[in-house]
């Protein structure tokens, strides 16, 4: 009796806290879309710009995220020009990304509480990822796709149905139109499909499955060339890729990831060390892991069970893209991918990372369990304390923009007087953003980049670094970002 009352609690229980989590993400989200302030990088939004505009990239900008602007442009024109619907498609792909988190986690695990394990801590690793379900940009999408494209990768390899690859490499096509960074991601289904097809399937026998995943895979990259090879080249042309890493792949790619992905907190460095070069050691053990049994059966003639089959492939997935990059670099002098522009190593090497070590300790089930259980309580703890409904971790100048212009909207007592402004580069279009939107002919902004300052502004809002450059003309009224940014006003 007591058994059957524990089966049945096991049973809802799981899926009750699944939605629990997801209510509770969700909410969380919505409240940053309305809180948080315009950012440097959302304001590329304009009305010139038709469709095919900004299909093709003719402006040549790299903050141009191709589906996520054509979803923005529908949205604004067809509802409302603010902030919700200026972000609505990524708080749409949070939800896709639950949804295909949580059946990627029920369809690897059979554990309900592995699968339960595996579908947190995708959505809580990176502070940084859930900031990003919030904005107005093509990151969201991307993971979102990437997310969906994983699982129905998975559902091919068990299934074997054309179907679903199809679906698979849709999904990575469209991360890839979402962000070109997600490109890397495209060329590890391809090449883990393939890898995949010459270890396991090499007989005859299989010839004609072959020539349909061949044919599928290479008509994926013929739509993918034709929807990007314009933007793409437009924006390399245009130079917008050099504010990437130069120094190599662990300093920038994994060291970026590490300190704003998953630690966003600025964390002191021997950690920040010690997490880079295990997430190096994980990756050098995981491949000869995952090498030695494939010998192993070889050598024995043996069929490789579907669990190592998984395995390898959820390995390729990360390890493709680390190739990829590194490759890009040396031969193209493509800089390296960091911070947000490499946001998909974080889901694809957790993905591994948990099925790699449960598969490693199947039969000391035990182990596997309270050490994920002690993984879920940092992940919680570090995903808790750096959370934040007002401001971004990378655009974190912008977090008090709206009360500084209040501010000197509501010093100013002739209403009717326009009040000129100057402000830092950094400053310059959310500032534009916000005067458009919430005061409307109240400020002339005249930007950073003219030389030097003079006693023509009203007010400066400068960096505290850049102090000494405002005329001695002018009276200091407040900080701003903890003191990072200074308000001054003619006297």
């Given at each position: 009796m007591l058994h059957q009352k524990w089966s049945l609690v096991n049973k809802y229980l799981q899926p009750f806290i699944v939605l629990v989590c997801c209510a509770v993400l969700v909410r969380l989200?919505?409240?940053?879309?309305?809180?948080?302030s315009i950012?440097?990088?959302?304001?590329?939004?304009?009305l010139t710009d038709s469709y095919l505009d900004l299909m093709q990239n003719k402006f040549a900008s790299a903050n141009n995220h191709?589906?996520?602007?054509?979803?923005?442009?529908?949205?604004?024109?067809?509802?409302?020009?603010?902030?919700?619907?200026?972000?609505?498609?990524?708080?749409?792909?949070q939800l896709v990304f639950l949804l295909y988190s949580y059946k990627t986690a029920v369809f690897t695990f059979e554990n309900r509480w592995m699968q339960l394990f595996a579908f947190i801590a995708l959505n809580i690793i990176s502070p940084l990822i859930f900031e990003f379900w919030g904005l107005s940009r093509g990151?969201?999408?991307?993971?979102?796709?990437?997310?969906?494209?994983?699982?129905?990768l998975l559902r091919y390899l068990a299934a074997g149905r054309y179907v679903f690859l199809i679906l698979s490499l849709s999904g990575a096509i469209l991360s890839v139109y979402s962000n070109f960074s997600f490109i890397n991601y495209f060329v590890s289904v391809i090449g883990a499909i393939f890898m995949h097809r010459m270890m396991f399937y090499r007989s005859l026998v299989n010839f004609k499955s072959m020539v349909g995943e061949a044919a599928i895979t290479i008509s994926s990259g013929i739509v993918l060339s034709a929807l990007i090879i314009t933007p793409l080249v437009n924006v390399y042309g245009n130079g917008e890729?050099?504010?990437?890493g130069s120094t190599g792949f662990a300093a920038d790619t994994i060291t970026s990831l590490t300190k704003e992905g998953i630690l966003i907190a600025n964390g002191d460095k021997p950690l920040l060390d010690f997490l880079v070069n295990a997430m190096i050691v994980i990756t050098w053990l995981a491949g000869i892991y995952w090498t030695t049994l494939l010998v192993i059966a070889f050598k024995h003639g043996g069929q490789v069970e579907k669990a190592v089959r998984w395995g390898v492939v959820l390995y390729l997935l990360y390890v493709i893209p680390v190739i990829s990059v590194v490759m890009q670099f040396r031969l193209f002098h493509i800089n390296y991918l960091i911070d947000r522009t490499a946001l998909f190593f974080i889901p694809l090497f957790l993905v591994h990372f948990i099925y790699c070590v449960r598969f490693a300790f199947r039969k000391v089930a035990v182990v596997s369990g309270v050490f994920f259980a002690a993984i879920l309580v940092i992940l919680t703890y570090n995903f808790v304390t750096n959370l934040t409904s007002n401001s971004t971790r990378l655009?974190?100048?912008?977090?008090?923009?709206?009360?500084?212009?209040?501010?000197?909207?509501?010093?100013?007592a002739d209403k009717q007087k326009q009040i000129n402004v100057w402000v830092s580069w950094m400053h310059e279009p959310p500032?534009?953003?916000?005067?458009?939107?919430?005061?409307?002919g109240r400020f002339v902004l005249l930007n950073g980049k003219r030389e030097g300052m003079d006693t023509t502004y009203d007010y400066y809002y400068v960096p505290s670094t850049e102090t000494d450059r405002v005329p001695l003309s002018y009276a200091r009224i407040e900080g701003y970002v903890g003191g990072g940014f200074i308000l001054y006003r003619k006297k």
């Open positions: 989200n919505v409240l940053q879309m309305l809180n948080v950012t440097h990088d959302e304001t590329g939004y304009r191709i589906l996520h602007s054509l979803f923005r442009k529908f949205f604004i024109e067809n509802f409302a020009d603010n902030l919700f619907f200026l972000r609505l498609d990524s708080l749409l792909a990151y969201a999408l991307a993971l979102s796709f990437l997310m969906m494209s994983v699982f129905y890729l050099q504010f990437l655009w974190w100048y912008s977090v008090d923009d709206i009360a500084v212009l209040s501010r000197m909207d509501s010093d100013e500032f534009i953003y916000d005067i458009n939107h919430f005061f409307k």
